[in-house]
C-alpha cells in the first residue's frame, strides 16, 4: 500500500477563505496558494494495520489521508485528520 497525506488550509474566514476563480482546487485560496505538503511521512505496521505520521503544517487545519495499493492508478480516499498522525 502506498500513502499519501495533503493539508488543508487553515484560513476559515474572510475573503481569503473563498476558493480562487478558475482554480480545480478549492484548497487554493485567493491568494493563490494551498498549503504546503506534510513532510516527512513515515508508516509503520501495527497489529490494527498502519500508524502514519509526519510533519505539521503551520497553515493546516486539516489532513487528508489516502491510500492506493499496487497497480492501482487512483488515490482512495481514507480519512480526514486533525493532527500529524493517523492510525
Known amino acids: 500500500q502506498a500513502y ?3 493539508a ?3 484560513i476559515q474566514a474572510g475573503p481569503a477563505a473563498l476558493p480562487a476563480r478558475g482554480h480545480a482546487n478549492t484548497n487554493v485560496n485567493r491568494a ?3 498549503p ?3 513532510t516527512n511521512l513515515k508508516a509503520a505496521a ?3 494495520g498502519v500508524l502514519l505520521q509526519f510533519t ?10 489516502f491510500r492506493k495499493s499496487p497497480g ?5 480516499f481514507v480519512a480526514a485528520t486533525k493532527t ?4
Not at 492501482?72 to 482512495?76: G, I
Not at 500529524?84 to 492510525?87: L, Q
Request: a positive charge.
Open 46 to 48: 501495527t497489529q490494527n
Open 8 to 10: 488543508i488550509s487553515g
Open 4 to 6: 499519501s497525506v495533503r
Open 32 to 34: 493563490g496558494k494551498p
Open 56 to 65: 505539521k503544517v503551520a497553515e493546516a487545519a486539516d489532513y487528508l489521508v
Open 72 to 76: 492501482e492508478s487512483n488515490w482512495n
Open 84 to 87: 500529524p498522525r493517523f492510525s
Open 36 to 38: 504546503l505538503a506534510p
